[in-house]
């Protein structure tokens, strides 16, 4: 069956203020007149809530982490994610497998060659149409955290160096396929981001939207 609806992902550092963006891109969709499944990684399903409780605060090998991470997305695949767009629905998702190149294979140096094969195992050349990279330097990143949270969980609690890594990862996917991605510089202020957001959004709705994206163009942000 054809995929008819638009999937979008959300990616950056912890700290990067994604969530909140998530919460207003969601808004401005549904406005638009978009039928959208709004959802998270790791979890997003049950089981995959399960495993994320278990990946954010379980000591465990490397692998064993990048493997808990694909069976999530495996099971939100292909429980949620896939027959959401067989049915025309959007699927805004919080994280997806930008985050494993990033994280896994950058973060915590497994290399990409591993999480390519657990990619195509898992998706089989299926992902998402367009990625969200909210981008801000390290520094950033880490005030904001500080500020934020009560208990940093197993990837919060890493050093730079980690952050670092994690941070270049996702610009050499930014490289492998600038097609896909929309880079944000999420020290800018907020309307100024949701301005760009917009504007983004408003070209997806023309390539995908049918009917809303007519409405959408014409009301402005
Ligand atoms: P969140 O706080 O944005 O929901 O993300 C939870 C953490 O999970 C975040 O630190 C990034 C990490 N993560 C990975 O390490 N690999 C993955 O594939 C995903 C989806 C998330």
């Known amino acids: 069956m054809t995929l008819r609806g638009c999937f979008i992902t959300l990616e950056g550092l912890d700290g990067a203020g994604k969530s909140t963006h998530a919460n207003w891109m969601a808004g401005w969709l549904r406005e638009a007149g978009i039928d959208l499944l709004e959802t998270r990684e790791p979890g997003g399903t049950p089981l995959g809530e399960q495993l994320r409780?278990?990946?954010?605060?379980?000591?465990?090998?490397?692998?064993t982490e990048t493997l808990l991470m694909f069976a999530a997305r495996n099971e939100h695949w292909n429980t949620r994610i896939r027959p959401a767009l067989e049915r025309g629905q959007w699927?805004?998702?919080?994280?997806?497998?930008?985050?494993?190149?990033?994280?896994?294979g950058g973060g915590r140096e497994l290399g990409a060659p591993a999480i390519r094969v657990l990619e195509d195992w898992v998706q089989q050349g299926q992902g998402p149409d367009c990625t969200f990279l909210f981008d801000v330097p390290l520094e950033t990143a880490r005030a904001r955290l500080?500020?934020?949270?009560?208990a940093a969980d197993r990837f919060e609690q890493e050093g730079a160096a980690f952050f670092e890594r994690t941070r270049q990862a996702y610009h050499a996917r930014v490289a492998d396929d600038p097609a896909?991605?929309?880079l944000i510089d999420a020290r800018r202020?907020?309307?100024d981001i949701r301005e760009h957001l917009a504007s983004a959004l408003r070209?997806?709705?023309?390539?995908?939207?049918?009917?809303?994206?007519?409405?959408?163009?014409?009301?402005?942000a």
């Open 53 to 63: 409780e278990l990946v954010l605060h379980q000591a465990m090998d490397l692998r």
């Open 91 to 104: 699927v805004l998702c919080d994280r997806y497998t930008d985050a494993s190149f990033a994280y896994q």
């Open 146 to 150: 500080q500020q934020g949270r009560a």
């Open 180 to 182: 896909r991605f929309r």
């Open 189 to 191: 202020s907020i309307p």
């Open 203 to 220: 070209d997806l709705l023309k390539t995908h939207g049918g009917d809303a994206a007519q409405s959408a163009t014409r009301g402005g």
